[in-house]
């Protein structure tokens, strides 16, 4: 706390923030409880940051004050039209005794295209990055250590505007929480069994499955709910036109492991002869920041990596002759979850021997060494918090 109050409180050249440290922090003994089995989303930090911007105005009244719930008028815009956006990124305690963010600049651009997409302003990168700075940097203690704890922060962005009209808001808020949080699923980095959503679509083309907005997952929340009663932990989505190509996961990307050897029956060969497909960025899904590091680290390890369509049926057939030898799902939160099986009213896959195979598990390792700064830094993903 003494940290941030020493340093210049600016969040941009031209936007001073405040800072108002809470008069009643949670104590220590209960802090340590929560951060022994923090689970997700459950607890929050002592903290959170405000920002305002107004028309004709712009940003300002940037705020780091006490974590506080919020008082809406009952015809707040984004209570009736969802105008609204969020982000998720985490920060982590490095091996070294330093505190680290994985790629808030990439948040921060994303959080940009979510704005555009849905008619609000958008904040500048800058300001993104500083006030993810400045709050993990108040609560720097609430930060977990070890396996796949870490300090989830959650930017969002809302219509405040009391008014009823259909149009872009005049006055919006963007806050920025945060939630120690240990693994999504309650279960671990067990396989998890998912539903084919053939009832339902997530994302159309020319709407708005790229922005993380909203509105996109109050609408997958029935579909959820039939996965559910499928004996499923969470919903595919697949194109919404043919309703044949896969796209993503309740809140996370897909990757396909392809070993091209088993189909041509050969023994031998390198790692390219190991595809790894992930759903191309149509416009109807999310570019997830995990997705795309970890197309990166699959290339260093010689992976053919496809960024391609890829159907059910190819999923089906692949999972039958066994060229299909892992799927896995990654996310933010999730980091990294292996998919056992998919149902459908087709019928069921199960993909190799339903267990996390290699590739998913050796994936998952390296992504987290990198996040807790166990394995060098190669590629700029640690934005370290002084
Ligand atoms: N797809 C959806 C719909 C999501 O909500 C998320 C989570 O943020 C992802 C994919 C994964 O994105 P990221 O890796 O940036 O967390
Ligand atoms: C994330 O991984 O950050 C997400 O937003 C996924 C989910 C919690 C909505």
Redesign the pocket.
Known sequence: MTDILARPTQLTADLPLQVSPSASPVDAVRRAEILADPGFGQHFTDHMLSVTWTRGVGWHNALLGPFTPLQLHPSTAVLHYSQTIFE?LKAFNLDDGGLAVFRPDANAARFQRSAARLAMPGLPEDAFVAAVEALVSIDRAWVPSGGDRSLYLRPFMFATEAYLGVRPAHEYLCLFIASPSGAYFPRGVKPVTVWLSEDFVRATPGGTGAAKTGGN?AASLLAQEQAAAQGCDQVVWLDAVERSAVEEMG?MNLFFVIDHRRTHGRRGGDPSDIELVTPELTGTLLAGITRDALITLAREHEYAVSERRITVAEWRDRAADGSLTEVFAC????VITPIGKARSNGGEITIADGEPGPITTALREELLAIQHGTVADRHGWIHRIG
């Open positions: 998720g997952y809140g996310g933010t939160a999730a």
